[in-house]
């Protein structure tokens, strides 16, 4: 990714004092602190996501659907993916403050909490009984059992997703760092079509987001070899940050995808 690669000053070499020249045992505790440290975010970003969609419900609706909202939101997104997540990541990778990497992190955690809860709301009314879920002039975080099902069938392709392409580098050894340059640029292409997409007033349809989700696959691969060779043993709050950033935006897309190709 280029933010990661700006942020980390990564090559195609692992640099002196990152994991890949480590003994086994370090390797290990650092790793075993990144995948902690990203499991706790998860079920972070969980939490936020449902506590504020129940008990903050008229400002959530507001930050999911501002004025203009539509593919205005999807190019918020697809920005701050780009944008925001590079600060998040400058924050956790700092090597004097350790409150400044978990400011990193938190700050990606509550961003892509905001940033989920649209296509929620759009699973929750789309399968759900309206006279459940409106209330007044308000929508009230209310899941019927069809809604439970296919966000939990989001949750659980994205992890299957994750943990596979994962195991693929920790098993083969192979080194995808390579894919940076492209991922870079497929993903400001992507961008650049949403924002045609609202220049021009045309959809960008579910295919979109099935190549958004190829995306973030290959982001997997490619960060999890940044993780494996370049990063340092202290930036183990960095690693999480980026790769729950690349975890949030798989599950939104594919929740995108179930909601918009299942039936009531």
């Known amino acids: 990714m280029a933010f990661a690669q700006a942020a980390f ?10 994991v890949a020249t480590m003994g086994v045992s370090d390797r290990v505790a650092f790793l075993r602190k990144t995948y902690v440290h990203l499991g706790a975010s998860l079920v972070a970003f969980a939490l936020f996501t449902a506590g504020m969609m129940r008990y903050a419900t008229d400002l959530s609706l507001r930050l999911s659907f501002p004025r203009g909202g539509g593919f205005g ?16 990541q400058r924050l ?5 403050s350790r409150t400044l990497q978990y400011v990193g992190l938190g700050l990606a955690v509550v961003l892509w909490s905001v940033l989920a809860q ?10 759900g009984n309206p006279q459940e879920v409106l209330a007044g002039d308000h929508l009230n975080a ?3 059992p069809k809604a439970a099902l296919v966000l939990g069938e989001a949750t659980v392709v994205t992890l299957a997703i994750f943990i596979g392409l994962t ?10 760092s390579f894919l940076g340059g492209f991922l870079g640029m497929a993903m400001f292409g992507m961008l650049a079509v949403v924002l045609v997409s609202l220049l021009f007033g ?14 973030m696959g ?25 790769l729950f950033t690349t975890v949030a935006m798989l599950f939104i897309q594919i929740l995108q995808i179930l909601a918009e190709t299942q039936r009531r």
């Open 73 to 88: 939101w999807l190019a918020l997104m697809m920005i701050a993916f780009i944008g925001v997540s590079f600060l998040a």
């Open 142 to 144: 209310v899941l019927s």
């Open 92 to 96: 956790a990778a700092s090597e004097t």
């Open 167 to 176: 195991l693929t580098v920790f098993v083969t050894r192979k080194d995808f």
């Open 202 to 215: 045309f959809h960008v349809g579910i295919i979109y987001n099935v190549i958004v989700a190829l995306l």
């Open 118 to 127: 649209p296509i929620i709301w759009f699973t929750i009314a789309k399968f």
């Open 9 to 18: 000053g990564t090559s195609r070499r692992p640099i002196a004092g990152a």
């Open 218 to 242: 290959g982001y997997i691969l490619y960060q999890t070899s940044l993780v494996m060779n370049y990063f340092r043993p202290t930036q183990h709050v960095a690693a999480a940050a980026m």
